[in-house]
Structures are given as C-alpha cells and as structure tokens.
C-alpha cells in the first residue's frame, strides 16, 4: 500500500462519521440496488463547498465558496439525459429544480379565503415558468430516480463520498461521478482543535493547517475502479489551468477535468481528458435567455460517458 | 479622539465598499424617513455569519456559524409588536417568513393542467399553517415595514451596520439596534491578503489573523448614540457567559446583552443589563407545539425598550 493511501485511511480513522451516517448509507445503498436492474446510467453528483472546523464545538469554521449553483443545476440535466442522479450536497446549498424558487417564492403566492376552506395559488405570471420545473421535479421524484444526501463538514463529505463511491462500484462503467463540490485542500486534524471556542481576548490568532490527504486517488484505484470519473479545477489564475487540469488527469488517472476560472465560469469551460481539450462556450444570445451552460456540458459528458461503456463492454 | 475608533476608522478606509452601496444606503435612508412621522419603533435587526475572505479574488473564506434562524424569527415577531424592522442579513441565509418554506416548497406544489390555463396550488395539508404566516409577510409588506438589506463579507457587513445606524440616529430612543449577526472577530487586512488562490502544492498553510476592530463601542458612542442597543453573547462554555456579557456592557455602554450557550441556545437565553439578569426560558411543552423562544425575547425587549423611550423621553 502506498503512503498516500495510508494517508487517506489515516484520515477517516480519525474523523467522525456524520450524523446519521448508517441511515444516509441505507438510503444510497438502496438507490443504487432500485437502479441496477435498468440499463440506464448513474451518476452521484456533488455540490456546495465544505466546512473546515477551527474549534471542536464549532462555532467558527472555514468554508469553500459555492452555492451550489453549477451542482443543482447539472443535476437537472442529468435526469433530462436519462441518469439516475444522488445529489450529495452542502446542507442548505442550492437544490436541483428547488434553487428556482428558493430564494422567493412567498412573493409569489396568493391567498383565497373566499371559499369555505382557504387556497393559496401560485400567481399566474410565475405559473408558467414554474409549471416545466415543476413537472420535470414531479417525474424525477416519481420515478424514484432523484435521492437527495446532505453534508456540512469536509469529513462528513469525504466519508459519504466513500460510502457512495463503493456503493456504485458493482454498476462498473454505467457509474458516473461528477465532482463538482469545492472541496477543501486543508484542514486543522481532529487532535490538533481546540475544543472551546477561540477567544479574541487573546490577540492575533495563528492557525495552521494540514494538507488534506488526496481522495481521488484511492477513488479511482480501489473505491469506484470501473467508474468514469469527473473532477474539477477552479481556479482565477487563467494561465496555470489547462496545465493543472492535466497533471491531475496523469496523477489520478480519472477520465475528465472540467476546468473553470472564478470570473467566466458560467459562460467557459473546459473539458479535458488526456489526449483532449475541449473548450465549451455559451453564447451571449442564449445566456440573455435563461440558457445554462450545465445543459451544454452535461450533453457532452453524457456522449463521453456512452462512448467510454461501450469501450469498457466490447474489453 | 481614543485609540479604539481609530482603529475602526482605519478598518472603514482599508475596506472596499460593498457592491451597491449606494442603491442600499438610499433604501435605508428612504424607509428610515418614511416612518419618522409615526411612533411606532423602528428596529435594525443583524442576522448571519460574516464571512472574512483568505484571498483577494475570494474562493476561500472563514465563516462564522449561523444559518440565520434567531435573526429571521426574530424579525417576526418584532413586526408583531408593531415594529418597522430593517433586516439586515447574510446573503442566502434565512429570511423572516421565507424561511418557512425556504428549503422545500415544491414538495408542497400541486399542478393542475386541467382548465384553459395551468394552475398551482399548495397542498390542502400545507395550506393551514401556511395561510397565517404568509397573511403576516403579506400585511408587512404592504405596509412597508420590513426592508431586507443583503451582506456577505465582513466588511460589507460593518460598512452597512455603520450606515443603518446613522441612518437610524435622528430617531433617538425610539430606534433599537439588535445585533444577532454572528460576525468575526478575526480578519485578514486587505494590505496582507494574497491576490490569487491559495496553492496546495505550496504545503501546509499558515494563516495569521488580526483582530477586528471593536465597532460596538463607536456605534455606541458616535454613530447612534440615543438608540436601544442590544447585543449578543454565544459562547460554548457557559461558566464564562454571564461574566462576559457584564464586561462588553461595561466597556460599550449599551443597555442589553442576550446572552447564549450553543447546545441550549433555542431553549434558554439570559438577558444582562447593567443592573439585572434575567433567564428567558421556553418550556419543553412550548417548544413541541412548535413555539419559539425569540417570541419570548422580543416580548420582554419590546417592554424594556418602551420604558426605556418613556424615561428618555422625560428626561
């Protein structure tokens, strides 16, 4: 066993399983057991970014920006393609179909007492762009094909990302990942935190934080070996991107990076794969008019991933 | 002029201006002055985390912990008590009667295609407790009595409380200022902030972090000095809590601290004047009915501030 595997291992001994941990476990296990008769594909899709404790009983921790905006919204153009989708994602972050109307909805809500029992209706200027929402939610959840999973920690994260990972290992290469969560590089060891919460009285505060072991790499190689893996790179620095995104192909041996800078991420990316790359761009015409690149991204992965289980079948 | 404000003043010129300031600083100023003719009292109420950005093109940023709950109900039932609020709060965290609903509406959505036009309705069961908290938001609204004002970072925040609060002065003693914002004491100045994103590659990371300027004692003192203050205490050792709480009301002359323990915190609070302290509890019978212990608070402020307007009134 390599050192860095050692490392991970390291890490979840000494992290504590989240909250409910064994029920979101059965949930995921019998999600993935529901969709393994079909042909058709599964994809665990993550999103939100990750909080890094500073204090055992925590008050104060340090936290990746995200919303969650690119997670829930690739989510909804997952199911669109036919997937079976796990949304694991920060608590309180952005939810597929939900993000439309979390922010507002009570502005648009009628009440009626007029008749014998009260109505409250959805005012008709917003029916019709809610109706489509709506109805495609209703599908999904119908059909079973959408389960939602919470995290807030970074170790609750990586310990439901395992969990799900070796979940979708027996469905080989019909599994997708899409791991779009902005996920922490460090963080301060269980036994190196405080356990009250850090008092300003005294002074200026030193912190030092550890490098997080990096989980991709037991992902791919023992976890989810047969899955098709996607990850992520944000960066501001255009420059050190495409070249970062290929470093991390040769080290992890996933099959695709999308690569983003924070300033244009919604109208450009990249895709790119060892012997690829592909840039992705929405046009000015279509942002003005609601589109999302997502919907662009997620046709192209969906090609990728039909082309790579028809390769992993035919060997 | 003390040492302390001008530190504060120095904060105030190092940091940016939040986005839109200018349109958020005439929408204060418009509902500030809308309501000077009546008496009824008009309350600033902070809710939130701040967040202090670790890089200047922010990707990550430590946080405080707070989704916002106390703020929002808060809010409510100040507006119960006949109180024009200013809810000044963390982008995305809960808002007063949206929060209700904020995380899971469309479970609750009905659509009906059956007539000429679609129509949605909320689901009969949600409808009954739904009718009287969207009453109340509808009411505020249309009287104009509540006025959301967003931050985000740390700066914005304290550039935003400054301008309320001078906003608020011409008032006097009819103004409350109720400070539940959770917001950092530590920050990394501008001048020592690195422009891109940190590198992992580069090893474990050392963050040094200075402390923040007291605000609460120029906000006291210069900016709102006629006003009912009131300030909170959380703390996760509670043999410290009280203790603390008489310190800051000794050291910024304002006139309450709420004072709370974070695993008791929904069920318990202290309320610390200079000369009494006096628990709020909920009982456990309450809080299954689905009551809230910010009722309580508000009920036993809003008394203490109308005796506060009628001694200063007189003298």
Request: hydrophobic residues 50%.
């Given at each position: 066993m390599s050192t860095a595997s050692l490392d991970c291992d390291d890490f979840f001994e000494a992290t504590a399983?989240?909250?409910n941990f064994q029920g979101k476990k059965q949930s995921i296990e019998t999600f993935v057991e529901r969709h393994k008769g079909s042909k058709q594909p599964v994809v665990l899709v993550t999103s939100g970014g990750t909080t890094v404790p500073l204090e055992s009983r925590t008050v104060r921790f340090i936290d990746n920006f995200s919303s969650g905006t690119r997670g829930s919204a690739s989510a909804e153009y997952f199911l669109d393609q036919g997937y079976?989708?796990?949304f694991l994602h920060r608590h309180r972050s952005l939810l597929p179909f939900h993000r439309h109307v979390q922010s507002n909805i009570l502005d648009h809500l009628t009440v009626s007492t007029a008749g014998s029992d009260p109505l409250i209706?959805?005012?008709s200027d917003k029916t019709e762009k809610l109706v489509p929402i709506l109805q495609r939610y209703l599908d999904a959840q119908s059909k079973g094909r959408l389960l939602l999973v919470s995290f807030t920690s970074l170790g609750d994260y990586l310990h439901l990302l395992r969990e799900t990972s070796r979940a979708l290992q027996p469905l080989k290469s019909r599994a997708m990942l899409y791991l779009a969560a902005a996920v922490s590089d460090f963080h301060i060891p269980a036994n190196m935190m405080p356990e009250h919460k850090i008092q300003s009285a005294n002074g200026p505060l030193?912190?030092?934080l550890q490098l997080v072991p990096k989980m991709l790499r037991p992902l791919v190689?023992?976890?989810?070996?047969d899955?098709?893996?996607i990850s992520f790179k944000l960066e501001t620095d255009k420059d050190i991107l495409v070249w970062k995104a290929r470093k991390a192909l040769e080290q992890y041996q996933h099959k695709v990076v999308v690569a983003n800078?924070?300033?244009t991420r919604k109208m450009e990316v990249t895709l790119v794969t060892s012997e690829t790359q592909e840039p992705i761009r929405l046009p000015e015409k279509d942002a003005t008019e609601g589109k999302e690149i997502e919907e662009l991204i997620i046709q192209?992965?969906?090609e990728l991933h039909s082309q790579f289980r028809k390769a992993s079948e035919k060997s």
């Open positions: 399983l989240p909250e079976a989708v796990i209706t959805v005012q030193q912190l030092s190689k023992d976890w989810t070996p899955a098709f893996v800078v924070l300033d192209k992965l969906s």
